[in-house]
């Protein structure tokens, strides 16, 4: 059975930096499409970037240049986000799919099979 945790979420002022994880257990990689989606108060959950063991990583327009995803040792995964707005603000979920990221993936997150519980980002000054 997949579980993914997130950690790494927190406070910090724009401009800041902040490297949220993903331990996903019960899963194989280069099968999968890892993915975060984020969601903001009174908003839809927004795909945020794909990352699997066939292709490049793909980003949301908003966070193209500022966040990278990427594989850690073993089974973890990270989001690095760098210069942050207060838009970023939101609840981050890690989230895998069986099968292989796509464009379609990134755009419409009810794809995924597996969701983690999600950890709070908040950027304000």
């Known amino acids: 059975q997949v579980h993914l945790v997130e950690s790494g979420g927190g406070s910090v002022q724009p401009g800041g930096s902040l490297r949220l994880s993903c331990e996903a257990s019960?899963?194989?990689?280069?099968?999968?499409?890892m993915g975060w989606v984020r969601q903001a108060p009174g908003k839809e959950r927004e795909g945020v970037a794909t990352?699997?063991?066939?292709?490049?990583s793909s980003y949301a327009d908003s966070v193209k240049g500022r966040f990278t995803i990427s594989q850690g040792k073993g089974k973890n995964f990270l989001l690095q986000m760098n210069s942050l707005k207060p838009e970023d603000t939101g609840m981050y979920y890690c989230?895998?799919?069986?099968?292989?990221?796509?464009?379609?993936?990134?755009?419409?997150?009810?794809?995924?099979?597996?969701w983690g519980q999600g950890t709070q980002v908040t950027v304000s000054s």
């Open positions: 989230a895998a799919l069986d099968g292989p990221c796509s464009s379609e993936v990134l755009a419409r997150s009810t794809l995924y099979n597996y």
């Open positions: 019960g899963l194989t990689y280069r099968r999968y499409c």
């Open positions: 990352i699997d063991g066939a292709g490049p």
